[in-house]
């Protein structure tokens, strides 16, 4: 197993371009198969979660070309509507396939998907939203079965605004005739992005952004080329690294109305944030205060995916600061790892009561998750001695060159195998 090593206590200055979102392109690469001619994704990022996307897609009869950071995918001879397990298992985000698969196809054949276990992500309000375009699902032996031959227009709500289940039945009714509202819808960038993708090969679709999404089908889509929107998520992750570490770095190929709610919190601290032409710069020096307290909620609210940066961060803040986790149950397991560290944190529900320490110390630790593996890194940066981080086959489904990225910026820190 791959791991990092971290010699802390170095502070972080240069610059940073920040890479397309994963949570934009996975979604756009599930929806490539919707088009009949050939797809040119621009600036795709290298990660494990993009690579097991593009097994599926050729598993599904996609022709699949990789040029640098150009991906190639020409769908004209899908035929298969069938998500193996083994790969189903690899990728929480195979779940996306389902509607462009049934738009497509007109039936998919599915196993439940896999991915990070951060607690319950039920996908019923996929399949209810589905069910109420007409489409005929049965679930038995692990698999979900999808007929969609008495598929039709609907006018429907979400009980929750749940990113998938949003671009889920985006996708599923784009060729349905007439007009289709989803209502409740969740408003992540990443949904505009999958919006304007669809547009660009001629769908028709709007309001995402909103909490409404209306799709007007249409009888067909053709190729195009999209460069997918930056990621919020990777670049939330290094912007606390810097504010913890102390430095100063500038983030190119940022959009600040994005992480708007990150930044109203780190504002607090005694770092300083500033955007000129397109580039902002992060310094930060010494200690800080308590966080104020976060919430995690659904977007334009303080996103999940952040959550345990900002707890790592807290760690070492000067107080007591307060985080609530209100999107997924298990995202503290990683609190365990922390506290091999050196940090003071205690979890009672879905609350993170964190008292600040001054000095963390390396240790051993392994990442659970994703972004929880993202922070343990952070915390390695920061702490004394060397910090080993294990497991980090979870990282790299989210974050490409993290150590790349790390050292570029004056970390001690290496990748090894």
Same mark, same amino acid.
Request: hydrophobic share 40%; net charge negative.
């Given at each position: ?147 969609? &031959? $008495? @598929?039709?227009?609907?006018?429907? /709500?979400?009980?929750?605004? #749940?990113? =998938?289940?949003?671009?889920? +039945? ?100 005694? &770092? $300083? @944030?500033?955007?000129?032409?397109? /580039?902002?710069?992060?310094? #930060?020096? =010494?200690?800080?205060?308590? +966080? ?102 979870? @990282? ?22």
């Amino acid at each position: 197993m791959s791991k990092y090593i971290i010699n802390g206590g170095k502070r972080l200055v240069g610059q940073v371009e920040v890479p397309a979102a994963k949570n934009a392109v996975l979604p756009i690469l599930a929806a490539c198969i919707l088009s009949k001619g050939e797809v040119v994704i621009h600036k795709c990022p290298h990660l494990r979660d993009v690579d097991n996307m593009l097994k599926i897609l050729q598993d599904l009869g996609c022709k699949i070309k990789v040029e640098g950071s150009d991906v190639t995918i020409d769908s004209s001879c899908v035929s298969g509507g069938v998500v193996s397990h083994d790969l189903a298992q690899e990728l929480r985000s195979s779940i996306f396939l389902l509607g462009s698969i049934i738009a497509r196809l007109g039936k998919a054949d599915m196993a439940y998907p896999g991915g990070c276990e951060i607690g319950l992500r039920p996908i019923d309000i996929h399949l209810d939203g589905l069910k109420a375009l007409g489409i005929d699902i049965v679930e038995d032996g692990g698999h979900i079965y999808c007929d969609a &031959c $008495n @598929i039709k227009s609907a006018d429907l /709500i979400l009980d929750l605004p #749940s990113v =998938g289940a949003t671009e889920n +039945l985006m996708m599923a009714a784009i060729f349905v005739k007439g007009k289709t509202v989803i209502r409740n819808v969740a408003r992540e960038p990443e949904i505009v992005d999958l919006q304007d993708f669809l547009n660009s090969m001629g769908a028709k679709v709007r309001g995402a952004g909103s909490s409404v999404i209306v799709v007007e089908g249409v009888a067909s889509l053709h190729g195009t080329e999209y460069t997918p929107v930056s990621d919020r998520i990777a670049a939330g992750s290094y912007i606390i690294s810097t504010v913890m570490c102390g430095g100063e770095v500038e983030f190119s190929n940022i959009i600040p109305e994005h992480l708007r709610s990150l930044i109203s919190k780190l504002c607090k601290t005694t &770092c $300083n @944030i500033h955007m000129k032409n397109g /580039i902002m710069t992060v310094r #930060s020096n =010494g200690r800080h205060p308590r +966080l104020p307290k976060i919430d995690t909620m659904y977007y334009p609210g303080f996103p999940t995916d952040l959550q345990s940066q900002m707890t790592a961060l807290a760690t070492v803040c000067d107080g007591t600061s307060i985080i609530t986790e209100n999107i997924f149950e298990t995202r503290f397991k990683q609190i365990s790892e922390f506290r091999k560290m050196g940090a003071k944190v205690d979890v009672k529900g879905r609350t993170a009561i964190i008292e600040g320490v001054s000095r963390l110390s390396g240790a051993e630790v392994s990442a659970e998750d994703l972004r929880g593996g993202a922070s343990l890194v952070s915390m390695g940066l920061y702490a004394d001695k060397t910090t080993i981080v294990s497991d980090i086959f979870h @990282i790299e489904r989210g974050y490409e060159g993290m150590d790349v990225i790390y050292a570029s910026l004056g970390a001690d820190i290496v990748r090894a195998d």
